[in-house]
């Protein structure tokens, strides 16, 4: 049973950082892409930043240069380091496992930054 669980979210001021941490099991972590996607109340979803088996990554133009995402295979784990933090990137982040044709979804971690 895939389960992905999300945590490191909360209230930042802007300019300020947060690292989210993405836990896996219930698959060959280390041989699947995963992501982080946002959803912010009345925008549409936005997939933040993809990471490969390989550790290739690639981001969305919204976030380059502030986001790193990483993963720790040995602890099954993805990261989304988040600094330089605005308004703008309020929003639940999902963390996601893309197994061949399926998306498997964590439960989110809401990030707000506001002074």
């Known amino acids: 049973q895939v389960q992905l669980m999300e945590s490191g979210g909360g209230l930042v001021q802007p300019g300020g950082s947060l690292r989210l941490s993405c836990a896996a099991s219930g698959f060959s972590f280390s041989a699947y892409n995963m992501t982080w996607v946002r959803q912010a109340p009345g925008k549409q979803r936005e997939l933040v930043a993809r990471i490969t088996p390989g550790s290739s990554t690639n981001y969305a133009d919204s976030v380059k240069g502030r986001f790193t995402i990483s993963r720790d295979n040995a602890k099954r784990t993805v990261y989304l380091q988040m600094n330089s933090l605005k308004p703008a990137d309020t929003a639940a982040y999902y963390c996601?496992?893309?197994?061949?044709?399926?998306?498997?979804w964590g439960q989110g971690t809401q990030v707000t930054v506001s002074s």
């Open positions: 996601t496992a893309v197994l061949g044709s399926t998306v498997y």
